[in-house]
């Protein structure tokens, strides 16, 4: 370290550490911290301001009453002019004069009795509550409440209403870091400028000269009562530059001292990111929330605040920003789900930028320019900014950087965790436009990236527990698709208990939500599987770099339990609301996908709807449920016949038992004879009924009640058909149609309806005989009776 800085510093120390243990802590800073050339300067420019407390602050005071004063319209006037229209109006603002006594006050004015302390103390505080305080505003108070120059109970009122109205100049927050070095400040009060630190750093105008003195901040993680908040703030400031050996071996022995804290646990994590060559100790894979919001004292206030402001910038304040897009855009607002504004970390106009060339995101608008600066984008300091653009999610998957989503899932985590699940009893309809706009923002995002992070899966588990069924419907259900495969062991006690609760008590349109839910997550999970799974002949495995590392007979055991839970579901379902057809309709929806996951996915299984789905879907009153069902059974014949193909030609068992063939077997025995033979309740049939029972019916040859012809789904086309053959017959005899070639003429008069599914199952699973005799197709010998 240079002699003069080191020399600047030494009379800081004495002048103003007036205790051991701030002589010690700087002390500590001169003899092991080697900063870089810009941090010197900064340093030094400073920390040499805490020996400034009895100096003149005239000029603090006509730079910031000019800034204040002087608007664009008097741009061209005379200084003369311009100076008394800036007396005029200090005479006649109490804000202004106040933030001029605040920039003047002395050491060791007396607090007690001080009656124009109080009055100017009162008015800023008036305008903190109520609108927030400019940028100029803040740097003055902080710098007053810092510097103790009226006591450390001022310091503690004054942090607590230092409310931002648009941005906080980093400026003040690192001489106020400066002042918590070498000032005698409570520890309590410490925690308390830390928490406010924390709330506000987004608001921060730009990082730079904070990352800067990184080791001036680290220095205090040795303090017990303030390490979580300095780990979370150095989490925040946390580049690959940042991490060094000796700050490893600290926070490994703190680690030691105080156990397995989570907010110790969370920066090595970081650290490990960025350099795990350094961090050999082993981390748990998922760890609970290690940062806790800290906001609570002026979550309130910034609320109101921000709201009564709507963003924009007030008219007399000069803003120090980078471009923005929107005046009243802001990185966070606290308790509130907005999507942060796109913002790189780092200002495009700061000395840093242009000596390292950096490519600002907010100035990314087209692909070939994300090609031409792939390697100069700066990542922003609010990772949430991500979700609202595509150009700088295509960067975030291209450099596949693990720092970058954990730290996207730490802003996730913290904005459904602490401002959603839990915060939201008080929320109004502007909050929950919000989190409408967050959630469909987190879906697109999904969907883009083609997989879910694991904040939202958290999020959901719990989230299910308290959920009303009601409250953003369509964007819970969207991210519940999403979610990666769920181990069997835990499936029931995460996902389905609290659906099952859901489910029964709500309306069927919420019914036909979650069926069409399962049914979208049991598609991305076969999807996730054709696309991972490595196949040598028949010894599929899944690959080793997917979301989870699962066997093939444990992501199995899974896709089996969730189709079962949806048969049972269905089952149940269907009774409650009375065979509904637009519950039905997303039932069969589901098995469509069940049908097919031996053929179209690949993966060696075959599951049976359940009898409360079959039964109802043949005995359906509308015709599309009765030609899906025909479809549905076409395709379980196309996946068991090859399944039994593959094994006898491999010699290998599949996971499809024999139970699996008898239930098909005896649904398509059933169908056939229902549909084409036309023996229904005939006894040895599955479903048997007592003839004196039918008889009191005094339905005619009951048997044939659910052909082809006299089925409720199909017997006004069997009437069309009728009429249409024997346009001049007044008595309609339906059983006609079974005679001769009317038979096949109205079987080609239905499939022309757009029947197919039932034309494929006819075909492939009936053998038609011709009037003449002669077989068309299948092997089998069966045709249409009249009994």
């Known amino acids: 370290m240079p002699g003069e800085l080191r020399k600047t510093l030494a009379e800081v120390v004495s002048a103003h550490a007036h205790n051991k243990r701030s002589r010690a802590r700087f002390e500590f800073c001169l003899n092991k911290f080697v900063p870089e050339e810009n941090t010197i300067h900064i340093c030094f420019r400073y920390v040499a301001m805490a020996k400034a407390a009895n100096l003149s602050r005239s000029d603090l005071d006509s730079s910031s009453g000019s800034d204040l004063s002087v608007s664009s319209r008097t741009s061209n006037r005379s200084l003369r002019v311009v100076e008394k229209e800036r007396r005029r109006n200090e005479a006649g603002d109490p804000f202004l004069l106040a933030l001029k006594y605040f920039s003047e006050v002395e050491a060791g004015t007396p607090r007690i009795g001080n009656d124009v302390l109080e009055r100017n103390l009162v008015q800023v505080e008036r305008v903190g509550l109520s609108r927030g305080l400019p940028p100029e505003a803040i740097s003055v108070m902080l710098d007053y409440a810092m510097s103790l120059r009226t006591g450390g109970m001022i310091c503690v009122r004054v942090l607590k209403f230092l409310i931002p109205a648009t941005v906080v100049p980093q400026e003040a927050v690192v001489q106020a870091v400066a002042w918590l070095c070498v000032s005698k400040i409570a520890i309590s009060t410490q925690v308390l400028f830390l928490r406010w ?17 990184y080791g001036f901040i680290f220095h205090f993680v040795t303090e017990e009562n303030l390490s979580p908040y300095i780990c979370h703030l150095l989490y925040l400031l946390t580049r690959r530059e940042s991490v060094r050996p000796f700050r490893v071996r600290k926070l490994l022995d703190l680690q030691t001292k105080m156990g397995r804290q989570p907010f110790l646990l969370h920066l090595l994590s970081l650290y490990k990111v960025f350099c795990p060559e350094l961090v050999t100790l082993a981390l748990p894979s998922q760890m609970r929330s290690g940062f806790k919001n800290h906001n609570s004292t002026w979550k309130a206030a910034l609320s109101a605040v921000q709201k009564r ?53 907010e100035q990314l608008h087209t692909f070939p320019q994300l090609l031409d600066n792939l390697h100069r984008i700066e990542l922003p300091s609010q ?54 706009h967050l959630l469909n923002r987190l879906l697109s995002t999904q969907h883009f990236l ?23 419907r369509p964007q819970i259900l969207g991210l519940l698709s999403d979610i990666p495969v769920v181990p069997s062991s835990c499936i029931n006690q995460l996902l ?32 996730w599987h054709s696309v991972y799974a490595l196949e040598d002949g028949l010894d599929i495995s899944l690959h080793s770099h997917t979301p989870m590392n699962m066997s093939l007979s444990g992501f199995m055991d899974s896709v089996v339990e969730l189709v079962r839970f949806v048969g049972r579901l269905a089952a149940m379902g269907l009774q409650l609301e009375g065979c509904h057809s637009l519950l039905l309709s997303f039932i069969l929806d589901f098995y469509e996908t069940v049908c097919d ?29 009765v030609d899906r069902l025909g479809y549905i059974m076409y395709r379980y014949k196309k996946n068991l016949t090859s399944a039994k193909c593959l094994q006898k030609e491999t010699k290998q068992a599949f996971h499809i038992s024999r139970q699996t063939y008898r239930e098909f077997n005896h649904y398509l ?57 024997w346009p001049e017959r007044k008595e309609i ?26 034309q494929q199952f006819v075909q492939s699973s009936i053998t038609r005989r011709s009037v003449a005799g002669t077989n068309d197709q299948g092997q089998g010998d069966r045709q249409p009776t009249n009994s």
């Open 197 to 213: 630190l924390l709330t506000v750093f987004d608001m921060i105008d730009s990082k730079d000269n904070l990352r800067a003195i």
């Open 309 to 361: 402001n709507n963003g924009q910038v007030l008219s007399d304040i000069s803003l120090t920003l980078g471009v923005k897009h929107k005046t009243n855009s802001r990185k966070r607002k606290y308790h509130h789900l907005e999507v942060p504004s796109l913002s790189s970390s780092v200002q495009r106009n700061s000395p840093s930028s242009s000596s390292r060339k950096v490519f600002a995101l």
């Open 383 to 436: 990772m949430g900014s991500l979700l609202g653009s595509s150009l700088a999610l295509c960067y975030l998957d291209y450099v596949q950087d693990d720092s970058a989503f954990l730290r996207l899932n730490f802003w996730l985590g913290h904005a459904l965790h602490e401002e959603f699940l839990f915060c939201s009893g008080d929320r109004g309809s502007g909050s929950s436009s919000e989190a409408l």
């Open 450 to 472: 083609q997989e879910g992070f694991s904040s939202t899966e958290g999020f959901l588990y719990k989230f299910l527990n308290v959920w009303d069924g009601s409250l953003l």
């Open 496 to 527: 389905f208990e609290p659906l099952v609760q859901l489910f029964f008590t709500s309306t069927l349109f919420f019914k036909c939500s979650v069926i069409d839910c399962l049914n979208n997550m049991l598609l991305k999970w076969l999807t």
């Open 597 to 625: 996951m031996f053929l179209k996915y690949g993966l060696p299984m075959v599951v049976m709807p359940p009898v409360g789905v079959f039964y109802p879907a043949l005995f359906a009153t509308d015709p599309v449920s």
């Open 669 to 725: 025995s059933f169908m056939v004879s229902c549909l084409w033979n036309s023996k229904m309740f005939l006894p040895g049939m599955a479903i048997e009924v007592d003839q004196e029972l039918l008889s009191l019916s005094k339905v005619a040859k009951p048997w044939t009640s659910f052909d082809l012809i006299h089925h409720p789904a199909f017997l006004g086309y069997a009437l069309d058909f009728h009429h249409k053959c």
């Open 733 to 758: 005899d339906l059983n006609s149609i079974k005679a001769g070639k009317q038979w096949d003429w109205y079987l080609e008069f239905l499939f022309s309806q757009g029947f197919q599914g039932l």
